[in-house]
């Protein structure tokens, strides 16, 4: 299993930045994913929720309205679009897997499994 | 939105040392409580779920316990590789998930 996160950088207060998670060694369109973020020095926050196929989405209320989480089953591939971009966004962005499912007696939760290394976001002027 | 809290925030011991750190829910969360380890420069790593089930290939002195809102992690004899940050989680609710504030495990 192996999650690798792209995209973080350096951008201005206001900004917009496209995050990446390229997924390889399962079968990412089996998995829930998440984005969790740890500022400079801080504890983890986790940010965003989407499901196996895509339908079931969740924000925590500190990125609501402003990111969005989507993903590419074909290309095992996890996105997380940020817009208006805040100096307190700043952090490292992880991508991690959970083996969350539906059965028969309903849902069952799983904790994050497998993470990527992160990529740092800066927001700045 | 559940609350989570560590105790304590810093704890110095020595190899050998049992350890516990404490983590405590603002209600009640069933079993849905993981432990994770994070050291500096790498992403937290998966210890304990469903509040005593030991992850794959986790030492057996890592150990967890609890029911309700009180949940603790022990390690049974410090090794110098144990120090680190430790974190608990709540993913009883479905949304947010949410984390305890970390405990840094350092060296007396």
């Known amino acids: 299993v192996q999650l690798v996160e792209s995209g973080g950088g350096l951008v201005q207060p206001g900004g917009s930045l496209r995050l990446s998670c390229a997924a390889s060694?399962?079968?990412?369109?089996?998995?829930?994913m998440n984005w969790v973020r740890q500022a400079p020095g801080k504890g983890l926050e986790w940010i965003s929720y989407i499901s196996s196929g895509g339908s079931t989405i969740f924000y925590s209320d500190s990125v609501k309205g402003r990111f969005a989480i989507f993903r590419d089953n074909a290309k095992n591939s996890l996105y997380l679009q940020m817009d208006s971009l805040r100096a307190e966004d700043t952090a490292i962005y992880y991508c991690?897997?959970?083996?969350?499912?539906?059965?028969?007696?309903?849902?069952?939760?799983?904790?994050?499994?497998?993470w990527g290394q992160g990529t740092l976001v800066t927001v700045s002027s | 939105d559940i609350q989570m809290t560590q105790s304590p925030s810093t704890l110095s011991a020595s190899v050998g040392d049992r350890v516990t750190i404490t983590c405590r829910a603002s209600?009640?969360?069933?079993?849905?409580l993981a432990w994770y380890q994070q050291k500096p420069g790498q992403a937290p790593k998966l210890l304990i779920y469903k509040v005593s089930t030991l992850e794959s290939g986790v030492p057996s002195r890592f150990s967890g316990s609890g029911s309700g809102t009180e949940f603790t992690l022990t390690i049974s004899s410090l090794q110098p590789d144990d120090f680190a940050t430790y974190y608990c989680q709540q993913y009883e609710s479905y949304s947010p998930w949410t984390f305890g504030q970390g405990t840094k495990v350092e060296i007396k």
């Open positions: 060694g399962f079968t990412f369109s089996d998995y829930e």
């Open positions: 209600q009640a969360i069933s079993w849905w």
């Open positions: 991690a897997r959970d083996e969350g499912h539906y059965d028969n007696s309903g849902y069952w939760p799983a904790p994050f499994d497998y």
